[in-house]
């Protein structure tokens, strides 16, 4: 009933709204092991574990190299891309949390190998421990950590400071050409526990061509690594955007539960 309910869907919105392939869609589900997994992603320390997944396999990142060492990134590049007038680049992905995360620095980044452009989310020691940052040369993008405001649980009730939940819990930035809307879904069940929306003036001169997986600006992590699976990252045009919660990640979705 869902592959019908999906296909007809498709059909009726198809005409209307084009939806761009994704630039990235990772599961890593398709390697046999980390040799196989650095033909596609350059690694660090990163390693490909087929024991802990959501579900299935993931990226392991220790966060044991010393800071600003290639041993934090993992890294993937693509053609350069760059959300135009009308157009968002939706960026998620998975971190498992093991209930150490108030003082680890692991994240899932997106920016330019030019250095200009950064988005990062994930764990982070100051402010501690969901944050984010935007890096983009522009006005309201500092570059400073920022931690995921009035974070609540799936009943609403509020989630004190640096308390970490332990699982699986999806990131997502839709990114435009004036701000940054940054979601947190602790155990990725469709419950949005926090908002942040970051406003942006991007420099478009330096296209988004790297997805990073580990620490931020390639730090170390005092308290261990992550895991990170279902990475995706896509252009569309609006209002496909809108769509996507439906289609755009309804495979992830479904591998997920």
């Known amino acids: 009933m869902k592959s019908i309910a999906t296909a007809a869907l498709l059909c009726l919105v198809a005409p209307t709204w084009a939806v ?14 980390t040799a196989d997994l650095g033909g596609t992603w350059t690694l660090g320390d990163g390693t490909l574990d087929a024991g802990l997944g959501n579900p299935g396999q993931s990226l392991s990142h220790p966060g044991t190299g010393a800071s600003f060492s290639a041993a934090n990134i993992n890294e993937f590049s693509f053609p350069g891309v760059y959300p135009g007038t009308g157009e968002t680049l939706i960026f998620q992905a998975d971190i498992y949390d093991d209930a150490n995360s108030n003082n680890e620095r692991n994240s899932a980044g997106l920016r330019a190998a030019a250095g200009a452009n950064i988005i990062e989310m994930g764990h982070y020691n100051s402010p501690s421990h969901y944050a984010i940052r935007t890096v983009l040369f522009g006005a309201g993008s500092a570059g400073a950590w920022v931690a995921f405001p009035n974070l609540v649980d799936d009943l609403g009730a509020p989630i004190a400071d640096e308390t970490p939940v332990e699982g699986w819990h999806t990131y997502r930035a839709e990114i435009t ?10 155990n990725g069940d469709g419950n ?14 330096f296209e988004f061509d790297v997805v990073r997986l580990g620490g931020p600006s390639a730090l170390g992590s005092a308290n261990g690594g992550v ?3 279902n990475v995706y990252l896509e252009l569309v045009p609006e209002p496909a955007s809108a769509l996507l919660a439906v289609l755009g990640l309804v495979g992830f979705a479904a591998r997920r539960r």
Do not use: G, K, R
Request: no cysteine; proline share 2%.
């Open 192 to 205: 949005i526990n926090s908002t942040l929306v970051a406003s942006i003036t991007q420099n478009a001169a």
């Open 227 to 229: 895991h990170f699976d």
């Open 20 to 33: 761009a392939a994704p630039i990235l869609a990772e599961d890593f589900e398709s390697y046999t092991d």
């Open 177 to 186: 050409d004036s701000q940054v809307t940054f979601t947190l879904d602790l």
